[in-house]
Each structure stands twice: as structure tokens, then as C-alpha cells.
């Protein structure tokens, strides 16, 4: 069976909620794209977590609920969120670097979450370890096992870069062996630590980007999720680049997308979150709109190189000939997808 890759467009009153509920995590992830000096580094209290997932239910949609962090289980009052969001009608996955603090599944079942998703940045620990830091691949496979033994649908995210591209295709063995049935693969961000290039972290380095070029990515990553598929794996990716006469389109004005961090910000493009440009706030439990030139102002407007904000934040992205575009740049939410197959 040839497994083909489909692009899913946004469909209209699609409906995710993104809840960083904290910014501390155990781990230094070299990509981590966690910006204090623009998310805070507080958490959310038990009570604000109960009156913001209030605020952003809708009992007429299914809305999708993500918890994240920093890491999410170093939160104390996880379980606790968790149990309300199900209570509250939404679809609850909790994103996860694998270590699952204060004994997580030891105490909510399987029943009670829709996805345990896990971060792997590598097949083994000689590629994922140099990333996310030492022993982490052995503690994350480990509960990742448990996770799959007690029932949990259980899912795993890998960060494409330039240090771990070439390993991805290795990735179909792991995840069938371990019981994993989808697979995120994730184009590395100019957010955070990875919108610095090494020579920035490290002075004695020679300025390696984390960057894939575009030519890599098409070489790699395409016909590595149809093999992963083949493990009978359910494979999503990012679209990234448009065909040649492929329309654009924004997330921002078809679905809604919430970013929301700690210290109340509330972004609809995931692209800003280095930048206080957000279109919302949550200020004493409302949520309000931002006044000013702000990421929303930005979505109508129609470009030759495709997203805008890709434009104005991330231009080094983005080649030209005889001033036009080489290529076009999806919106970094459109997704391309392999079924799983036998």
C-alpha cells in the first residue's frame, strides 16, 4: 500500500486551546522555545486554572485543550486541571517531556485523558540526549512503555533540526516497538533559545543555526513519514512550503487557536510569542482584546511570500530571484498527514 500524504485545511469553528499552565521545566532543551522575559516565569494558581478554563469553554463546539509548560507535571494541580477541563466538556491531551512528576500515572487513568503526548528528539540517546539533555531519552522511553501498559493512548512529538534530521527515518522501529500509534513531527521554531544561533549560546562555537534549509527538509522528511506509516503509525507534519499554485490560508481567520501563558498573555499565532504583540489578555479573568498594532491586524493581509508574519518576524526564512519570492510559506498551523496502514 503506497502511503500518500493529504494537507488538512482548517475547517471552520475548529477550536484549540494551547494552556502553557507554567514556564519551569527540569529539563534545558537546547530549542526550547519558552521565552521568560515574554511568558513569565510564574505558574498559573489551582484557582486560575479553574476560572480560565471557564473562560475559554464553548459547550457548543468540541474545543481541544492542550496542557503544556515548561513541563506541565511539575505543576502540582495538573491532575486536578485536567479533571475539570474533562468535566467541562473538553478533549485534554497533556504535552510532556517524559518525566511525568508527582506520580502522574499513578494517579489519573487512561478514561480521564485523550492523549499523553511525548517529546523525543532522537531514536536513541546518542541523538536525542545531546538535545534534551543527558539520560533523558532512557527516563521518557521508560514511562513512555508504562504509559502504553496501562492504556493511555499515548503519542510522541520530534523537533526536526539540522542535528537530528538525518535520524528521523530511524524513528518507525522505536515507535512501533513501544506501542506508539501517531507521530508529530515539528519543524524547529525562531522562538526562544532556538532564534539564537549556537555562536549566541556559546561564543566558542561557529554559529551553527538549528535551521533546516528547505532543500533538506523536502530530501528528508516526506518520504521519512511514509515509511514511519508504514509501521502502521498515523504520521502528522507540517506543511511548511506551498505548491507552486496551492492557496494560502491563515488559522487566524478560520479556527481558533489560543496560546495562553502564565502571565496572562494570549496570542492566536505561535509565531509572535517572542514579540508583546498579543491580540488578547486575560486581566482579572476576563479576556479582552489588545488595543493597537497587534499579531491579528496582520492575517488579512495578502503577500507573495504567503504568511505574513513569517515575513515581518522570521524574514531570513524567506529567498528571492530577480525580486520575487523562490517559494511560499504556509501558515505554521496547516498540517499534512499519513494514515496509518498495514
Known sequence: MKHTARTVG????????FFHILTACNLVCKHCYINPDQHGNMRVSREQMDRWLELFVDSARKSNLIFLGGEPTLHPDLI???IKAKGLGYAVTVDSNGYLFHDFLDRIGPQQLDYLSFSLDGPDSMINDPIRGEGVFEVCTKNLRRAVELGFNVSVIYTVNCRNIDHLNRMGH???????????IQVIGLRGKSALTEGQRNPESKGQAWQVSREKWFSVVPEAARKIAENGIHVTYPKVFLDENEKFDCAGLVAENYFIFPNGRVYRCPLCEDHPINALRIEEDRLLINPGLTEDKFFKL?????????KL?????????????EFRISCCLLKQEIDAGP
Not at 522505536?174 to 508529530?184: A, E, I, N
Request: aromatic residues 12%; hydrophobic residues 30%.
Open 174 to 184: 522505536l515507535l512501533s516497538d513501544m506501542g506508539v500509534k501517531r507521530f508529530f
Open 10 to 17: 482548517f475547517q471552520t469553528g475548529e477550536r484549540n486551546i
Open 80 to 82: 486536578h486541571g485536567i
Open 302 to 310: 495578502s503577500i507573495p511570500e504567503g504568511c505574513v508574519m513569517n
Open 313 to 325: 518576524l522570521q524574514p531570513d526564512t524567506l529567498s528571492y530571484y530577480q525580486g520575487r519570492p
